[in-house]
């Protein structure tokens, strides 16, 4: 069976079913109480990416649509309806919408019958009343409590003798981005964990509506500083194919040219933090002054430090001669030969290795149920990649492996980032040798938006897959916006890989994840 | 002993900025936009954060809106604002930021993430880094606000870190300053309009030093701590380390 296979039949068995081809994906249009079945059927081969909302043409009324990809398939939005009524959840079939589920209750007062779990989730409860909804149509006022109490408390669900809840966070250690831990232990073993996040909740998505493309990429890239050029390019690409912009071939080229060396510079920064947990300073300041190398290439060459406002709809905002491109793939080659030697020696230390091996595992079965994204996923035996799977930009021209491990442990994830450089090298090794002439199309912001529909845009962050679903109106403006990041999908495991594990092993866990908290509070 | 063996193999990386030197070297800070002219200036409106301002003749940056975009600096206008590169950007918010002597070789500082992309949090974390190297300049991070002496917020402060910042702040020992970092944490910078964002630091706690930028590079943090400390103005960036 391949994943084409089981859609056809799942359409040729419910003729009901009108399945309509939109601008880069497939519509298919369900009864709410067909989708448990329907998700069911499609699960076991097709991802399930996330749930984008789409305004309905009838007031105070929303479209679902659960999105589903597969390798070198379409697209698919299973499109449910939403007026007032309940949804039956999906999430004890498929374990991934289980906090995309809760969001969309928290947001839009969509309310999933099953669900064992919803309310207080985005939105803190101490802050917000249950059923703000702001997401909703028409809800310009938005109430915040007046003498709300921040309880910053954690959840207690073991009954052992002697059990307790070591709170972390939301501020704690270093520069570590604010979210907040709840450890839960009879001593030394974590026997259970909780995650409260949303405490950096800026309501981007809300912030997107009514605005234009351009300024939707300015707010787009500040969802997460640290992969900001992947996040602008997930959504570049869904304005691009809603106003039907052509990129050139060189702009292409370039996108994936930047898009790998902020891969590179992700990837060195999380091996740097799996370091610094582990307390090996020596190798933990040499990969960061690596870091910092590769942070002033991108600054001397892109004006940015972080590649923001490197990415336009329709191309780059500016280009570069082949001589600058040649010597930025020169310095790339040294900063990535010296990172390899370092990380080849450490292959060899033992007190870092026994810190690493067999710790925060998380099985293939685990990531597959909680539809991992990412090296995560793929330091889990789980080979998914958009760059593969739904090759973007001219990642179908370039030739790279996606190394997998199978082991799913620290040390696993590990190996996996430090393959992976290699392979975004070889990729930005190829880039100078294909390149067109200089200076052939870059348009401006010459495109238009003119019609109501909605388009996917879609990317590998250095983190995993980021999907970003757009309404636009005929105005050109965004009307509906859903960032659906790594973060959000990959954090929903990690208090999974805690478990069993002792307190020691905490940072370092969290460390091999490379989690962003900006890119799931949004 | 092998990595302290490979480690003192490594040539120094600390980066030293004669002061002849003014201008940025290239990739450590991303310039901005100057005050230019109003007829050499494009129009206000261009500007996504409102940073453009125009008195007197002058088009005025306020660099606490501005997240240097460049749309005021692209090629395609026919008026473009001028764009000076350096990082002496930090800024005096109080009557006296300076802390007393003591600290002149000694500053702890507890970063308060409050809704922060990263990116500023990055910058921070890269001071630590051997190119920066923070630490000969007698600063150290702090995991505890009870040890602090500076508190160094990013980011927009939503609604929901206030309290957390509030009570971080209150916790610390006198004499306390806040340094307030990134456009974020002065001005709201994208995310100013948003209904989850309680506002600029400033509406939160007092800001003594403020570090515009988006993200303000490692440059210009060091000389937000350099009005803290009260060294000489190239002070910190120059350090004592030669190459």
């Known amino acids: 069976m391949t994943p084409a296979s089981v859609l056809e039949h799942i359409l040729s068995q419910h003729a009901e079913m009108s399945a309509t081809a939109e601008v880069n994906w497939i519509r298919i249009a369900v009864q709410p109480s067909w989708l448990p079945e329907l998700v069911g059927q499609l699960a076991p081969l097709w991802t399930f990416a996330g749930i984008v909302p789409e305004n309905d043409p009838q007031p105070q009324s929303v479209r679902l649509l659960y999105v589903f990809y597969a390798p070198k398939g379409p697209w698919l939005g299973i499109e449910v309806r939403n007026h007032g009524q309940n949804v039956p959840t999906i999430s004890d079939t498929l374990y991934a919408a289980d906090w995309q589920e809760r969001e969309m209750e928290d947001l839009f007062d969509v309310q999933f019958e099953g669900h064992p779990q919803l309310g207080d989730f985005v939105l803190h409860d101490s802050h917000w009343p249950e059923g703000t909804a702001p997401m909703k149509r028409h809800s310009w006022e938005i109430r915040q409590k007046v003498n709300g109490f921040q309880d910053l408390g954690t959840p207690r669900i073991v009954e052992a003798p002697g059990s307790f809840v070591m709170p972390i966070g939301p501020i704690y250690s270093g520069t570590a981005e604010s979210i907040q831990f709840g450890l839960e232990t009879v001593g030394e073993e974590i026997v259970f964990a909780h995650i409260r996040p949303f405490y950096k909740y800026r309501a981007v998505e809300k912030l997107l509506e009514g605005r234009t493309p351009a300024v939707a990429l300015l707010i787009g890239e500040r969802i997460d500083g640290l992969t900001a050029l992947a996040h602008a390019l997930a959504m570049a690409q869904a304005f691009e194919t809603l106003a039907g912009v052509q990129i050139s071939p060189r702009a292409k080229l370039l996108r994936v040219f930047w898009a790998e060396i902020e891969r590179i510079r992700s990837h060195i920064q999380v091996l740097a933090g799996i370091l610094e947990s582990t307390g090996l300073s020596v190798p933990a300041n040499l990969i960061q002054a690596l870091e910092e190398e590769l942070l002033q290439i991108s600054g001397a060459l892109t004006g940015h430090r972080y590649l923001f406002e490197v990415i336009r709809i329709g191309g780059l905002r500016r280009d570069w001669s082949d001589a600058d491109i040649q010597s930025i793939a020169k310095r790339l080659a040294l900063i990535v030969e010296q990172a390899q030697r370092i990380l080849d020696a450490l292959t060899f230390d033992n007190s870092f290795l026994d810190r690493l091996e067999g710790v925060g595992t998380l099985s293939p079965e685990k990531a597959g149920t909680h539809g991992l994204v990412g090296p995560v996923a793929r330091a889990s035996g789980i080979s998914r990649d958009l760059r593969i799977w739904q090759p973007y930009a001219a990642y179908d021209q370039v030739r790279f492996d996606v190394p997998v491990q199978a082991e799913g442990d620290g040390y696993a994830r590990f190996r996996q980032l430090s393959q992976e450089i290699a392979q975004s090298y070889r990729i930005v090794q190829q880039i100078p040798r294909m390149l067109m002439p200089a200076g052939e199309g870059f348009p401006g912001d010459g495109f238009r938006i003119t019609e109501a529909r909605t388009a996917f845009g879609y990317a590998e962050s250095p983190a995993g897959a980021v999907l970003c679903g757009v309404s636009s109106n005929r105005q050109g403006m965004v009307e509906r916006c859903r960032m659906i990041t790594p973060g959000l999908v990959n954090w929903h495991a990690f208090p999974h890989a805690l478990r069993h594990f002792a307190f020691q092993d905490f940072p370092i866990i969290l460390a091999t994840f490379g989690l962003s908290v900006a890119d799931l509070d949004r | ?243």
């Open chain 2, 1 to 243: 002993m092998l990595w302290l063996r490979k480690g003192l193999n490594q040539p120094v990386k600390t980066l030293t900025v004669k002061k002849s030197s003014a201008s940025t070297l290239p990739g450590l800070s991303s310039g901005r936009p100057a005050p230019t002219a109003s007829k050499n200036a494009p129009l206000a409106t261009i500007c996504p954060t409102h940073a453009l301002r125009e008195q007197e003749g002058m088009m005025d940056v306020d660099y606490a809106r501005c997240i240097h975009c460049r749309r005021c600096h692209q090629p395609s206008l026919k008026n473009q604002m001028a764009w000076e590169e350096g990082y002496h950007w930090a800024e005096i918010r109080s009557p006296s930021p300076r802390l007393p002597g003591a600290f002149r070789h000694s500053l702890h500082m507890r970063v308060v993430d409050a809704g922060d992309c990263g990116a500023c949090l990055n910058e921070l974390h890269q001071l630590a880094s051997p190119v920066y190297s923070l630490h000969r300049l007698g600063i150290a991070f702090t995991p505890t606000p009870r040890d602090a002496d500076v508190l160094v917020v990013t980011g927009p402060v939503t609604v929901s870190m206030k309290e957390a910042l509030e009570e971080a702040y209150r916790a610390m020992p006198g004499p306390k300053r806040v340094m307030a970092v990134g456009s974020c944490a002065l001005s709201g910078g994208m995310f100013a309009s948003s209904f989850a964002v309680a506002g600029p630091v400033e509406r939160v706690i007092s800001v003594d030093i403020a570090v515009p930028g988006c993200p303000p590079p490692p440059l210009a943090l060091l000389d937000g701590f350099r009005l803290l400390m009260g060294t000489a103005s190239e002070g910190p960036v120059e350090g004592t380390v030669k190459p």
